[in-house]
């Protein structure tokens, strides 16, 4: 019989006025007797609702029938038939709104926690699994893959697994793509990301990094120098975006990528690091999403006093993660919403070292108030007469969402892309160029990490039926 407690199993975590403090992992999973239990609360629903809200389509109800069982590396071989990422999924995927939002049990009670089952069992079988990768027969076809993200590493799995010779070219020293420079340490463990890379590696995936495609090579000397037969471009979406208000280039405001490349990927935190990141006292991070969150969370570990999340609507609009809400809400970060920046105002000392640009002293914002929804479906935020007010904050976190970046356009004649930089491609994911195809925040703009995940399964179904038509 079923299990039929109407909640989940909590996940265990840090105190949050002792996380707050350090870069460890938040949540530390499931033990074995609370992944049992959790499973057995499956109900096995014959038309399966929770796969249709899945973008990779993992068969849900047979991994957690496995788990329930007891056969964990049985549970894992399910979902690595269709992800090649679980232990990341089971971490930062939105399953709340996808796979658990669609589950039966969510009706009169919680759904079944999918997700923290997920992450559960690909530790599982990281910490116990003793069989070596068999590596596929290789065809003889060669593949490119341009970036190292969730897109980009899963196209090359799948298309390993295919028997291709896939080679990944990255433009930073250390593969992953959003998944170590976006995301932090406490949110998603880099020691992860590697084991989940090193088991790509396992199936004969080559990783080349520092290569920036478009400086290095051309997607043409790919094709016609190199022998590709097909590419896949999978480069994410890392531009920033501003507000394009007074003070924007004063010191102390940052992107949000950068404040969190530095931090993740550079270090930047350490004492002994040679490109030290700043460490202020009063943060605002400008923005709703999960990205801001996890710079809000990334300043108050970087032991800012104050940190302040600002944002132009209110609560209920928030886009981030319920989840990553309440955790930051756990950990001091402060909500500002219905607030807008308007200027950033300089101290009156400018650097001796760089008199021409002074450091951010305070942020003069208004007040909003929530009018009729717009074009998103989110109501209008309306700036209130007479609000102005100023915040001392001497860090500024821009957490306004992303574009691709325009050097491949640039480089590449014929690559159609749309006004902001995302390259325009079909549903399988071909490009304007045959034999080229895209897929995840270079062809959608900032999204989920599953979501490029899906599209990256997508394109390597449609290159292999090209390469096999061809």
Not at 424 to 436: F, K, P, Q, Y
Request: charged fraction near 25%; include cysteine.
């Amino acid at each position: 019989m079923p299990n039929m407690r109407a909640t989940k199993n909590p996940m265990p975590a840090q105190d949050p006025n002792v996380r707050n403090k350090n870069f460890d992992e938040v949540t530390l999973g499931y033990t074995e007797e609370m992944a049992l239990d959790e499973a057995q609360r499956c109900l096995n629903c014959k038309h399966k609702p929770c796969v249709s809200g899945c973008p990779v389509n993992i068969d849900i109800p047979s991994f957690i029938a496995k788990c329930a069982e007891g056969d964990f590396e049985g549970a894992y071989q399910v979902i690595t038939k269709s992800s090649s990422l679980p232990a990341v999924c089971g971490r930062v995927c939105p399953q709340e709104s996808q796979c658990e939002g669609k589950c039966v049990r969510g009706i009169k009670g919680e759904p079944v926690a999918i997700g923290r089952l997920e992450r559960f069992v690909a530790d599982w079988h990281n910490a116990h699994a003793t069989v070596a990768t068999i590596m596929p027969p290789p065809n003889g076809h060669k593949i490119a893959v341009i970036g190292s993200g969730p897109a980009g590493l899963t196209c090359a799995g799948d298309l390993a697994k295919f028997g291709y010779d896939v080679t990944i070219y990255e433009a930073l020293h250390l593969a992953g793509g959003v998944l170590v420079y976006g995301i932090p340490e406490f949110r998603l463990p880099k020691a992860i990301v590697q084991k989940e890379v090193d088991n790509l590696k396992a199936l004969g995936v080559k990783v080349e990094t520092n290569m920036v495609i478009g400086r290095v090579l051309t997607i043409e000397e790919l094709q016609n120098e190199y022998g590709y037969e097909a590419i896949f471009i999978g480069t994410g979406a890392g531009l920033p975006r501003f507000m394009n208000i007074p003070g924007e280039n004063l010191k102390g405001v940052y992107s949000a990528n950068e404040f969190l490349t530095r931090s993740n990927l550079m270090k930047a935190y350490r004492d002994d690091s040679t490109t030290p990141i700043q460490h202020a006292k009063n943060v605002a991070v400008v923005g709703g999403g999960n990205v801001a969150m996890d710079a809000a969370r990334t300043a108050k570990r970087l032991g800012a006093e104050n940190v302040y999340i600002v944002y132009r609507r209110g609560m209920e609009e928030l886009p981030a993660r319920k989840e990553e809400i309440e955790h930051a809400e756990e950990e001091g970060i402060i909500f500002k919403t219905l607030t807008n920046p308007v200027e950033i105002i300089p101290t009156d000392v400018t650097d001796p070292r760089d008199p021409d640009f002074g450091w951010a002293k305070e942020m003069k914002c208004v007040e909003m108030e929530l009018g009729e929804p717009d074009a998103s479906g989110r109501r209008r935020p309306i700036v209130k007469e007479n609000s102005e007010f100023v915040l001392p904050m001497d860090c500024i976190i821009m957490a306004l969402g992303t574009s691709p970046n325009p050097l491949l356009k640039a480089t590449t004649p014929g690559l159609d892309t749309k006004k902001w930089g995302e390259i325009i491609a079909d549903d399988n994911g071909l490009t304007s160029i045959e034999g080229v195809y895209a897929g995840g925040d270079a062809v959608t703009g900032a999204a989920t990490v599953i979501l490029a995940m899906g599209a990256g399964k997508t394109a390597a179904k449609a290159i292999d039926e090209y390469i096999q038509n061809k």
